[in-house]
């Protein structure tokens, strides 16, 4: 016999566990409504992941503050902040931590909450949240978070005696309020959509309802907007500024951080939609960028930078925009082209690369350029490493939530954890996403990627993209030159002897990419100054007939080399489509300034 759960009584006051279980409640219920609260973000930028960045944020919470017993609610609200602080993610994210850390900083020293400390409570809580944007907004989540501690303080002066008649009469208003954010932005109305944040902090509220109602169950999401069909809501690139198209997140730890000094000279730096949230210890910064490193840099002033990412937001757009196309995603190692990355929509992991005490993002918080002139003044050889599972995942998960499928192609097993770490976060996705092992790095890598890109375009599901890259796989080969092989004597891969021998004679080393996936020593060249030339001349008599080729050439702040070389293989080999690329540290780490690589494949018939 099933036994019914009862409605709560009346609570003069809400106790730690009380407290607890509504919280798993309200996160149980976002994360339900994640997928909606996708399908209908277009504010501030239509990239279709308010409901992942809710979810994720409270999914830190839930695995962190809310998987733990606590018996006072003043400090389980304080480890809610600050878990929530943490794993804050994109914008909404930043703000719903926010409210959380300024409603806990009122309450930290009491063990429970009676109705007046709860309302007093979520009014810090909304002002903090809206004092830490740089440019609020009307019609969002900060509307609905105000109206709601508007009311609750109105209805605990009621019912002084009863928390959770306060906060259910509290609800009513912010469920008119969510209503009401169509005719507060235009932009809203235009999608004949509410505001997905404002959307979700409801959810949240509804899902903390339910526990109070007795509802045990993981609550579905309440339908409190019109019905919106998909195809309703637009996606426009132009809504996207691609002067500003990364999403760029960092946590900054530190003593006595000043959260509106630190907004103000992000604000000269011409961040935008600027959340600087936290304590003065802990700081989540979160804003749209042209160069994230900048965000990165004016951070690190005021303390020690930790969790960063810059989500591109004009590919999360084609992501959404193309719903029936599969996924394809690298990561940096592979130095693919931007263009071509623009033109078929890959998405692209960054490495991570230590410089000098400090760690950057490839490309995105350090570009190549950038790197080399820091490389020749750095007292320790830059080091490189995979990025993290949770850095796969966050893309992963991104494109998932709206394409069929994924294909992730990586950077040759032997020589990176790369594809193993992306393997990790693939586990347990809800639709298919395969990693495939190209066997090959940089310029090798990105020819695979480029035609992957491609042939997802041209409409193929997973399994022929997959079958067509295994075909392709032993037919694409990769070369490189290396001028300066100090910094690969200095991280002991090459001998000291092989060194001072190489030095001596003059000799330029050239190694290629083995069916194994490693790269290994094919040969060397007597020829420093007309390098390029005789380069081109090695690898186009190691090359077997073909009717057309594809070429990325790659060079480590060697542009006119990379240029001689390229010139001197058009006029070796017939080649249909040709790119050159500065290479990033995955090779110029190891290979040093004035390193030349080449990628062959042959090109697609017509």
Known sequence: MTTATLPLPPLPSLSAAALRRALIAGAARVIAARDELNRINVFPVPDGDTGSNLASTLGCVLNGALSRRCVHAGELLQRVGN????????????IMAQFLVGAAEHVRALPSLDATALAEAVRRGAESARAALAQPVEGT????????????????????????????????????????????????????????????????LEGMAAYAEGDGRLPRPVGVMPAVDAEEVPHLHQDVDPQRRYCTECLVVGEGIDRDALRVALLAQGIDSLVVAGSSRRVRVHGHAGQPQQLFDTAARVGRVESMKADDMLLQQRSVETPAQVAIITDSASDLPPVLADR???????????????????????SAAEFYRRMARCAQLPQTSQPPPGDFRRVFEHVLGHQPAGVYVGLSRPLSGTLQSAETAARGQRRPLRCFDTGNATAGQALLAWRAGELAQAGMDADAIEAELARLRPQTRMFALARDISHAVRGGRIPRWAGVLVRASGLVPVAKMTPEGVLKVAGGLFARRRAPEAFARFVARRMPAATGWRLIVGHADALADGQRLLAALRQRLPVVEAHLVEVGPAIGAHAGQGALVVGLQPAPVA
């Open 344 to 366: 078929h929509g890959i998405h692209v992991v960054p490495v991570r690369v230590s410089l000098d005490g400090r760690d950057y993002l490839d490309r995105l918080g350090l």
């Open 141 to 204: 989540i900060l509307s609905v978070m105000a109206a709601f501690a508007e009311a609750l303080g109105d209805s605990a002066r009621q019912h002084r005696s009863n928390a959770r008649a306060a906060f259910d009469h509290a609800l009513q208003r912010a469920r008119q309020a969510l209503q009401d954010t169509p005719k507060q932005m235009a932009v809203l109305q235009k999608a004949g959509v509410v505001d997905a944040g404002a959307r979700g902090f409801v959810d949240w």
């Open 83 to 94: 878990d929530a602080i943490d794993g804050a993610r994109g914008n909404s994210g930043a």
